[in-house]
T-cell receptor, first 112, second 111 residues
Framework: GAGVSQSPSNKVTEKGKDVELRCDPI?????LYWYRQSLGQGLEFLIY????????KSGLPSDRFSAERTGGSVSTLTIQRTQQEDSAVYLC??????????FGEGSWLTVV | AQSVAQPEDQVNVAEGNPLTVKCTYS??????LFWYVQYPNRGLQFLLK??????LVKGSYGFEAEFNKSQTSFHLKKPSALVSDSALYFC?????????FGAGTTVTVRA
């Protein structure tokens, strides 16, 4: 597609359940990012991929959070044993090398 | 570490009036600065960037930004605001490979 595609766009899950959020970057983009946007916290960096490797995972808030990228393309962010404080918008972004970073529409996660 | 600050949480202007959204930066070396806009319930959209060259950068939707090295500022401007410009605006600086964002400024343009 023309832009960064994320799914699901909205997800409501029960506390304690696992969730998977998917990101399909712009074709040919080598770099992929996950950010989190929550009230009062602004935009937080979570993880950076270059190809399939993640040289910077420093923003993942706990070991319940993990992410992978396969084939230098699609990425999945997994949150295990979700907590209410995980409720946020999870934004994926991609870029070609060090060029402009483009964002998707986000996955809106609500933990009840 | 590179950082940006947006000193105003909210900006309110009347349609047709000039719009300015402020951003100041703190970087070592040459700054790579960006503006993004977020409309309600949407993702971030890229507006413009400053890498090097002319201090006045033109971007999407009639927006422009002025890089001022002496004042360490990168303010976003639009000569004549539209109601449809009402949104959340983020300034960002590229720190090596990732973006660090300001807290955001909510712009409301009244008809």
């Amino acid at each position: 597609g023309a832009g960064v595609s994320q799914s699901p766009s909205n997800k409501v899950t029960e506390k304690g359940k696992d969730v998977e959020l998917r990101c399909d970057p712009i074709s040919g983009h080598t770099a992929l990012y996950w950010y989190r946007q929550s009230l009062g916290q602004g935009l937080e960096f979570l993880i950076y991929f270059q190809g399939n490797s993640a040289p910077d995972k420093s923003g993942l808030p706990s070991d319940r959070f993990s992410a992978e990228r396969t084939g230098g393309s699609v990425s999945t962010l997994t949150i295990q044993r979700t907590q209410q404080e995980d409720s946020a918008v999870y934004l994926c972004a991609s870029s070609f090398g060090s060029d402009t970073i483009y964002f998707g529409e986000g996955s809106w996660l609500t933990v009840v | 570490a590179q950082s940006v600050a947006q000193p105003e949480d909210q900006v309110n202007v009347a349609e047709g009036n000039p719009l300015t959204v402020k951003c100041t930066y703190s970087v070592s070396g040459n700054p790579y600065l960006f503006w993004y806009v977020q409309y309600p319930n949407r993702g971030l959209q890229f507006l413009l960037k400053y890498i090097t060259g002319d201090n006045l950068v033109k971007g999407s939707y009639g927006f422009e930004a002025e890089f001022n090295k002496s004042q360490t500022s990168f303010h976003l401007k639009k000569p004549s605001a539209l109601v449809s410009d009402s949104a959340l605006y983020f300034c960002a600086v590229k720190d090596d490979y990732k973006l660090s964002f300001g807290a955001g400024t909510t712009v409301t343009v009244r008809a």
